[in-house]
């Protein structure tokens, strides 16, 4: 049988209208307000054409006006393929034609990019917000119970082969996110979340869901800056803030020998294992910190440090949230305590699966349980520590670099014969990728570098390049990437 839900904006501007609801660049908007404005957006997007059901791609910055734009679209039972706004305009193309999306919504400030999209993709309708502003309005059909089976948004994460796979989450994925963290943290009738996080990624958005499921009020920056995060943490008196080790070391180091209001209750750490040195400044502070372990598969977190535990298991991830279940698997067997392995997962916060990818799916996903590529260990408590976000992968201010896909774009071009892409340490970013080439004709490293810019976001860019005359590999033909991490350390 399955299970609906009342509709959540709906059903939270009955509960609580007048509660504030989002607050961005000063403006503070009430619950009510919020679903006015998103069934008045829902009316032009219906006038549009977009219709319940369809794939819709998403291309915005963190705004007011996109969160409304976003919750229109689970008003009217759409679903929201979200786009990263730091991609490249031929990533963006190649995410939009995967999904299948109908159309693009957007803004004005991308135009650079939704030109070049709509020259390659010229049946694709693209709307931008400010076109939307002056719409016609036509009377929306508003769902009035959510079906917690249905897709509610993809999102995009790579692969380790270099291709994008879109994560499909329903409303159920979510719902139970939000519910397995409140259970864990606690709700207090005073939260309030500082989301400097993009919408764009899951961290961003399942704070956005948590407001309405909540009915908390959520502070939302368009970008990271410490000055303004530190303001609004006493103006608004924020309780909770999703931070990277790289946003919460320059808090830290802004913070100098202040101290955060008493009413603050976390920083909740994601987007890789963080340094011991960092956590114990935040101990030194007494600034709770939670570390956290999740990703775009998992809606969010899917296990957290408990409360009571942040300062007694210093450098875990916690346990499973209420709903969600964890092991460690080696080579088709759980294994003990402190044995290293791959983290496997299930919960129905986890997703169904990837869109159009039902090898992959069938793949990652065994009897319900997820098989995440991530290495930890848990110890005699069940507490998690991740050892390895996925051997490959490069975790750069708190976004996924995966070499293969640096690689693909290196070795396309006619003048590399191999690449091999590894991360380095780096202070301020937590890692950062550097190349190897082995070379047919001589090219220059500024001419490597404009190459790549046409083809992959910034925080790809190589950040360094060394020629050398062969890329270790085995028998496999697979990168012996230790190897490589020997040259440079020598």
């Not at 910055?61 to 969160?67: K, M």
């Not at 390659?120 to 959510?146: C, G, N, R, Y």
């Not at 890789?272 to 977190?301: D, H, N």
């Not at 535990?309 to 969600?324: E, N």
Request: glycine share 6%.
């Amino acid at each position: 049988m399955k299970q609906t839900i009342p509709n959540w904006l709906k059903k939270r501007a009955y509960l609580t209208p007048e509660r504030q609801a989002i607050v961005f660049n000063g403006k503070t908007i009430t619950f009510a307000k919020l679903y006015q404005a998103a069934y008045e957006m829902a009316g032009k997007l219906t006038a549009e054409g977009i219709k319940k059901e369809q794939f819709t791609a998403v291309l915005l910055p963190n705004h007011l006006d996109s969160a409304v734009i976003l919750l229109a679209l689970q008003l009217l039972g759409v679903r929201a393929v979200i786009l990263n706004n730091r991609l490249t305009a031929e990533e963006l193309i190649w995410q939009i034609q995967d999904s299948q999306s109908v159309q693009l919504l957007s803004e004005g400030r991308f135009r650079v990019k939704l030109d070049i999209i709509g020259a390659s993709l010229t049946a694709l309708p693209v709307l931008t917000k400010e076109e939307l502003q002056h719409a016609s309005f036509a009377e929306p059909q508003i769902i009035e119970e959510i079906d917690l089976d249905d897709i509610c948004t993809i999102m995009y994460t790579s692969g380790t082969t270099g291709n994008p796979k879109g994560v499909m989450q329903t409303y159920g994925n979510h719902w139970w996110s939000a519910t397995g963290s409140a259970l864990n943290l606690g709700l207090h009738e005073n939260d309030c979340w500082l989301c400097t996080v993009p919408l764009f990624h899951i961290s961003g958005y399942s704070i956005l869901m948590k407001s309405m499921i909540y009915g908390m009020k959520i502070v939302l920056h368009e970008k990271f800056d410490v000055n303004e995060t530190l303001s609004d943490i006493y103006k608004e008196k924020v309780t909770m803030m999703s931070v990277v080790s790289t946003t919460l070391t320059m808090i830290l180091d802004q913070l100098q020998n202040e101290r955060l209001p008493k009413s603050f209750r976390c920083m909740l750490l994601g987007g890789g294992p963080a340094s011991l040195p960092l956590l114990e400044r935040c101990v030194e502070k007494e600034i709770p910190v939670f570390q956290t372990y999740g990703m775009t598969e998992t809606s969010s977190q899917i296990v957290t440090l408990s409360p009571e535990d942040c300062f007694r298991k210093l450098g875990s991830a916690g346990k499973p949230l209420f709903p969600a279940q964890i092991k460690i698997m080696q080579d088709g067997r759980e294994v003990a305590a402190f044995e290293t392995g791959e983290i496997v997962v299930k919960g129905p916060n986890v997703t169904n699966g990837y869109l159009n990818r039902e090898m992959e799916t069938n793949k990652d996903r065994q009897d319900g349980w997820l098989h995440t590529g991530d290495i930890g260990y848990l110890d005699e408590d069940g507490f998690l520590y991740v050892l390895d976000r996925r051997s490959d992968l490069i975790i750069s201010g708190g976004e996924n670099i995966y070499p293969a896909e640096i690689e693909g774009v290196l070795t396309a071009h006619p003048a590399i014969k191999d690449a091999g892409v590894i991360g380095r340490q780096d202070n301020k970013w937590g890692e950062v990728p550097i190349a190897f080439l082995v070379m047919n004709q001589s090219v220059s490293e500024m001419d490597i570098l404009a190459y790549c810019q046409e083809k992959l976001a910034k925080y790809k860019l190589p950040k360094d390049i060394y020629f050398i005359d062969e890329i270790p590999r085995n028998a496999s033909k697979k990168i012996l990437r230790r190897e490589l991490r020997k040259l440079i350390n020598h």
